[in-house]
């Protein structure tokens, strides 16, 4: 054999290892799966607890113990403001301009970063990240009252872009300012909870009454069925809709809609993606109705950020499809209250 040829063969085998080598560490990397969990961590009195470490955690996965292999209480915040800014909004607007100070004091602190979005049916990023807050007030003093539309689910999923390709050492937040309704969105809220996992995305919302928004709108207009046809109560000795089933059945525990939602099921109404984000993700709702009520709120969300754990684990059991619901517990301390996220959604075979 020619020399030429046993060298052409040679680099073709050395082509083929590496490929061979790639795909495997493609597989590898889809394959393995870090669960991040942002843990919150109560005494009886409401009060944060603090200093904990990470061998006092217990955590499930679907009731299987799993090995916690990190608690980080402090990272780096990358934080989007996502604010509605419809017709709805003109009267609250105002108030909402005049929070620049604390977002950037109390909640992303000295290295956090902050972008500010506002939306109707369109969306404008009026600020791309910044640790300054003179941008961010700048930012702020923008927003005008547009449309009767708001893309609550839209702007979730683009704020959601923007973290996506923030460095993996900063904590992802997103605080919604708005309503609890999408008006004409394209996405559906298994589509956001699905980008939201995806990306370890924390989602926290001020909610704003819609009675509110009514008695401060400056000049009023009929408003649309806040609830469509579908999701009305079916008349005495009807059949339930699978909403109304969930309505009837659910009692507080949020897994089975999050089931659902996974699903697909068809006919399944969402009254309020807001609350579902939040829970999904292990955030939190608020609520105001005055300037010192939207400014208490901003100082609890940061407070909280400051005081969580992030405890993260490598589940043991990936392979199982469907929803994964996780459990966080401390060691020896059965008065604290602890909230963390309710779990994962793993695609696979229907349950």
């Known amino acids: 054999m020619r020399a030429s040829a046993i060298i052409v063969i040679a680099l073709l085998l050395a082509a083929a290892a590496v490929r061979l080598t790639a795909q495997e560490d493609v597989k590898f990397g889809v394959t393995t799966r870090v669960v991040i969990a942002p843990t919150t961590v109560l005494d009886r009195d409401n009060r944060f607890v603090n200093g904990l470490h990470v061998d006092e955690f217990t955590l499930t996965d679907n009731d299987k113990p799993q090995i916690v292999k990190q608690d980080v209480v402090f990272q780096p915040l990358s934080i989007v403001v996502a604010i509605q800014a ?52 700048a930012a702020l003093k923008k927003i005008t009252a547009g449309s009767s ?20 050492d900063r904590r992802r937040i997103i605080i919604l300012i708005s309503e609890t309704r999408d008006i004409a969105g394209s996405f559906r809220p298994r589509e956001v909870m699905e980008a939201a996992t995806f990306a370890n995305v924390l989602i926290y919302a001020v909610d704003i009454p819609h009675l509110l928004t009514a008695a401060t709108r400056s000049t009023p207009y009929v408003r649309p069925p806040s609830i469509p046809a579908e999701a009305h109560h079916s008349p005495t000795g009807g059949v339930l809709t699978p909403t109304e089933q969930l309505q009837m059945t659910n009692n507080g525990n949020y897994v089975p809609v999050f089931v659902e939602i996974f699903k697909g099921v068809k006919g399944l109404f969402i009254d309020n993606p807001s609350e579902v984000y939040t829970k999904y993700t292990g955030g939190r709702e608020y609520t105001f109705g005055t300037q010192r009520g939207l400014e208490r709120v901003i100082s609890d969300i940061g407070e909280e950020l400051h005081s969580q754990y992030l405890l993260s684990y490598t589940p043991t059991n990936v392979d199982e499809a469907g929803f994964h619901v996780i459990n966080v517990t401390v060691k020896g301390r059965p008065g604290l209250k602890i909230r963390t996220r309710p779990g994962y959604y793993v695609a696979g075979g229907q349950q």
């Open 149 to 168: 539309s708001s893309v609550l689910n839209d702007a979730t999923m683009q704020a959601i872009n923007m973290l996506r390709n923030r460095p993996k």
């Open 86 to 137: 419809n017709a709805d909004m003109d009267g609250l607007l105002p108030k909402i301009r005049r929070i620049g100070a604390d977002l950037t004091t109390l909640v992303a602190g000295e290295s956090g970063e902050v972008a500010i979005m506002c939306f109707d049916h369109r969306i404008r990023t009026l600020q791309e990240f910044t640790n300054d807050g003179t941008k961010i007030d």
